[in-house]
Nanobody, 125 residues
Framework: QAQLAESGGGLVQAGGSLRLSCITS????????MAWWRQAPGKERTFVAA???????YSNSVKGRFTISRDNNQNTALYLQMDRLGPEDTAVYFC???????????????????WGQGTQVTVSS
């Protein structure tokens, strides 16, 4: 059974950094687009960053502050380095796997086949 497991969340002061990890298991995710999404309390899940066949993609709100990377050795692992965090970044962060490897499908939440359970990131002002 395919699984995604996030870790690395926590409480940090504004201006600080965190590194999130997403470890996959149960199937090969090499040809999948992998992405980070986040969901703040009372709000919808929104796109943060993705890696697909065409490269790395970022939302405007995190561009220049967050860096996404992936490691396809054995089990695919996905990472999100978050720098210069602000209170607006407070949310539960989810790792997702999307079988539509190219194009703009990484922006379509409904196209994701697998999701992790999420990891909480809280940024204090």
């Amino acid at each position: 059974q395919a699984q995604l497991a996030e870790s690395g969340g926590g409480l940090v002061q504004a201006g600080g950094s965190l590194r999130l990890s997403c470890i996959t298991s149960g199937r090969a995710f090499g040809p999948y687009a992998m992405a980070w999404w986040r969901q703040a309390p009372g709000k919808e899940r929104t796109f943060v960053a993705a890696i697909n066949r065409d490269g790395k993609k970022y939302s405007n709100s995190v561009k220049g502050r967050f860096t996404i990377s992936r490691d396809n050795n054995q089990n695919t692992a996905l990472y999100l380095q978050m720098d210069r965090l602000g209170p607006e970044d407070t949310a539960v962060y989810f790792c997702g796997a999307n079988p539509y490897y190219g194009g703009n499908y990484y922006l379509d939440k409904e196209k994701y086949q697998y999701w992790g359970q999420g990891t909480q990131v809280t940024v204090s002002s």
